[in-house]
């Protein structure tokens, strides 16, 4: 995977000569977040930054919490910062991977509780782990804790 850095950085200096102020501002919410996680990462690792799976992880967070803004501006009436949300959430997603339908999910899923022999929500953590390893920044986990558990409540 390229490194998701740079881009970040190629994106911000582009946006700063185009004067996309929400472009702007987003990417550089991107960079403090991910500059936090690498401050605290420093302190239990002796690497001196985080992964681009860790990286991923942060944006799919940041889409999710603007999704949760847009509904709450939704349900007040407030149309332009629902409007900003939305646009911060395509531009975010931009440096996301496509997702996986969900599908493909079920059959992702099922495939590994019978590769792991997952019988029981006892599994669910396992399962979601491995998820997490092989297929960086491209699942919803609220679906995929979803599909996991009606397949191993069955």
Do not use: W
């Amino acid at each position: 995977m390229d490194n998701l850095r740079e881009k970040f950085k190629n994106f911000l200096d582009e946006n700063i000569k185009k004067k996309d102020d929400i472009a702007v501002a987003t990417t550089r919410l991107i960079l403090a977040a991910i500059k936090d996680r690498d401050i605290e990462h420093r302190s239990k690792e002796k690497d001196n930054q985080i992964n681009n799976n860790q990286i991923l992880d942060i944006l799919q967070n940041m889409v999710k919490q603007r999704k949760e803004s847009v509904k709450i501006y939704s349900q007040a009436g407030r149309k332009e910062l629902m409007e900003r949300e939305n646009r911060e959430i395509t531009i975010i997603e931009s440096f996301l991977p496509d997702q996986i339908s969900v599908d493909e999910v079920k059959k992702i899923v099922e495939d590994l509780c019978s590769e792991q022999e997952a019988h029981s929500i006892k599994d669910l953590g396992k399962i979601i782990k491995i998820l997490k390893e092989r297929y960086p920044g491209r699942l919803d986990f609220k679906i995929v804790a979803e599909i996991t558990k009606s397949i191993l409540t069955k």
